[in-house]
């Protein structure tokens, strides 16, 4: 099952570029399916990246036709099988840590660029990532039940997160694929452009974020994920504290610098963009 000692370049490269840090999956040849080495060098590079200046927006994509053909079928499952269990429990830890358990809660956005195959164990980081783009051409499948398993880790609670009920149960018990275009029509990504014009689409979008007070975006985005399963009075309690804890830890004090720029320089308006930072 392996670890490595927080190195990444062999399985992952990493590429900053006026803050957005392009994180590439680099098995093209197996289409980037998720191997021993793809999970250990995801936890380095999330370690690196949360603390790294360079990096105020994470994008994770595939190297060349695919996004990520899953978890690998023969160095993931295959190869693990027999090794003692506890080993493989490590490897499997591992694994949800960089794709759901950290990734929900990653400091900074995350934004999946999906540019071709994204199957089974992939949409656990598709969803476990903030936000999605897809290449209208890009094919998606639950493919688990096409080889004798149950999508699992936790990729059947993802889809059901973000796909509606009839959609999710029809694509896990049939495997069909769909269609990046069907993906934004789901909802299941935010939306689909051509191929064409994914790269500049999820630049575009980034640089939206990177305009935005970094604290308090990544309070905002935290409180998303967990309210969601708060009652509405558990919800009300725990929004304002969030608030109030953001109001008094933001470093930039940005509350009162947005509104003063609006109610006394009136020199932005709130409704139609960020404040000058
Ligand atoms: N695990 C291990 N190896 C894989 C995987 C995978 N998930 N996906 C692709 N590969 C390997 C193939 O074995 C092949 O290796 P080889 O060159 O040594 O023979 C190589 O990548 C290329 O694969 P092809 O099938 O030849 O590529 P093609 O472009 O024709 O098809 C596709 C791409 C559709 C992605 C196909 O490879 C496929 O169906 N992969 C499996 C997808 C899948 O079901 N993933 C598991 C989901 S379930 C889960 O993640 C828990």
């Known amino acids: 099952a392996g670890q490595n000692n927080g190195k990444w370049g062999e399985y992952v490269t990493v590429d900053f570029d006026e803050g957005i840090a392009w994180v590439t999956l680099n098995r093209p040849k197996q289409r980037n399916a998720i191997n021993p080495g793809i999970v250990w060098e995801m936890n380095a590079i999330m370690d690196a990246l949360e603390e790294d200046d360079r990096c105020k927006v994470m994008v994770v994509t595939g190297a060349g036709e695919s996004f990520s053909a899953g978890m690998d079928l023969k160095e993931y ?7 003692p269990p506890i080993q493989r429990e490590r490897l499997f830890r591992a694994n949800a840590a960089w794709q759901w358990r950290r990734m929900m809660y990653f400091p900074k956005p995350t934004i999946s660029m999906v540019n071709g195959w994204c199957f089974g ?3 656990q980081f598709l969803v476990g990532c903030d936000l999605a783009i897809a290449s209208e051409d890009a094919i998606f499948g639950l493919s688990e039940i096409n080889w004798g398993i149950i999508p699992a880790g936790i990729v059947t609670k993802s889809v059901l997160e973000t796909m509606s009920f009839r959609d999710a149960m029809y694509y ?10 069907q993906a934004a029509d789901m909802k299941l990504v935010n939306k689909a452009v051509s191929p064409d014009e994914l790269k500049a689409e999820t630049r575009k979008l980034a640089m939206t974020l990177i305009g935005k007070n970094p604290f308090v975006l990544r309070q905002a985005k935290t409180a998303c ?3 969601r399963d708060l009652t509405w009075e558990q919800a009300g309690e725990y929004l304002m504290a969030k608030s109030d804890q953001t109001e008094l830890r933001d470093p930039e004090n940005g509350r009162n610098t947005g509104m003063s720029q609006f109610l006394d320089e009136k020199s932005f308006r709130p409704g139609l963009g960020a404040y000058r930072r």
């Open 77 to 83: 499952f295959r190869a693990t099988d027999k090794v």
């Open 121 to 123: 164990g992939a949409f």
């Open 172 to 181: 896990i018990m049939t495997g069909e694929t769909f269609t990046g275009q």
């Open 225 to 227: 994920r967990f309210t």
